[in-house]
């Protein structure tokens, strides 16, 4: 489509702010893919409402990017706006509610929470993201997900209209919300925890760092996790690791290019630096593949392809 309507308005708001053939392997964990035809990044709320209204005005296609966590962009790239999340900030109300803005990093709050005192967030230590993407998919971890321990998310819509949604309104599931469906933007989400002794909290924090360190990619490229669990309640918390069967079909031993499976947890894909997207997803197509042969079980994949993949697939 023609997206230089949309550029011209974009243009008049955010000035050379708007840049067009942004590189998204620079805005990823993965480290590949191509371009964005255009990218803004929004540090408030207002800016977003502002860039929503001339997409949806325009008809152009666009994408919020938070922190490029659980993300693989085609290396063909993305023929629409990304709008990239940079609206932060923490600050404590009341006895033990957080508010924070969408772009925050996760780990960051993680640690906000632990200088006040405040518990209930040490699951999502080491967690790859923003928070905005962790309502988004609901990031959880050793039993505990975001939905635990939030109270309420400011949206914006289709039309740059925002507004306050409660947390029954996401209709929170397995590493899916509502907004995987409303496509809507979140700029920023209160949440209620717990007074707790500070050096309790941080050791928990820090044991559950040690664990993910010991059996996950420290320095590699990678969006963590691809597969989802799946859902069986005879498992310990509730889901039969896809990691597990991965581990079981020789998952560890495959690579494709420079695509390759982490050695330590076999739900993990790697980048070793010269992989692009391509070689990715075709390593995930195989590794599904082998999974439905010998499990009968179909993974579904928890990161978002962003992009047009019909040439990298195989």
């Not at 067009?20 to 409402?49: D, M, Q, R």
């Amino acid at each position: 489509m023609d997206i230089k309507p949309a550029v011209e308005k974009l243009h008049e708001i955010f000035g050379d702010r708007l840049i067009i053939g942004e590189s998204l392997a620079e805005h990823n964990c993965f480290a590949t893919g191509g371009k964005a035809a255009a990218f803004i990044e929004v540090f408030e709320t207002t800016e977003l409402a502002q860039a929503i209204r001339i997409v949806a005005e325009t008809g152009i296609p666009a994408f919020m990017l938070g922190g490029g966590s659980n993300l693989l962009v085609a290396d063909s790239g993305y023929e629409g706006l990304v709008i990239k999340n940079g609206i932060v900030g923490i600050r404590r109300e009341k006895e033990a509610e957080l508010i924070a803005g969408a772009g925050e990093d996760l780990q960051d709050l993680v640690d906000f929470a632990t200088g006040s005192g405040l518990t209930g967030l040490e699951f999502a230590a080491g967690i790859y993201g923003t928070v905005g993407g962790a309502v988004y998919g609901n990031a959880g971890a050793y039993g505990s997900e975001i939905k635990d321990v939030l109270v309420s998310a400011q949206i914006v819509d289709h039309q740059g209209n925002t507004r306050t949604e409660p947390a029954a309104w996401f209709e929170f599931g397995y590493r899916s919300s509502k907004l995987k469906v409303t496509r809507e933007y979140v700029t920023e989400v209160r949440l209620a925890l717990k007074p707790g002794r500070t050096e309790v909290i941080a050791h928990k924090v820090d044991e559950i760092l040690a664990q993910r360190n010991r059996k996950l990619p420290i320095k590699e490229r990678t969006a963590g996790c691809f597969f989802k669990n799946i859902p069986d309640k005879k498992e310990k918390f509730g889901k039969l690791s896809a990691g597990k069967l991965l581990d079981e079909v020789g998952a560890k031993q495959l690579h494709v290019g420079g695509a390759r499976v982490f050695e330590k947890h076999a739900n993990i894909l790697i980048n070793n630096g010269t992989a692009n997207s391509g070689e990715i997803r075709q390593l995930s197509k195989v590794l599904k593949n082998m999974v439905k042969e010998k499990f009968g079980i179909e993974l579904q994949e928890e990161i978002t392809l962003l992009g047009d993949f019909k040439e990298e697939t195989v």
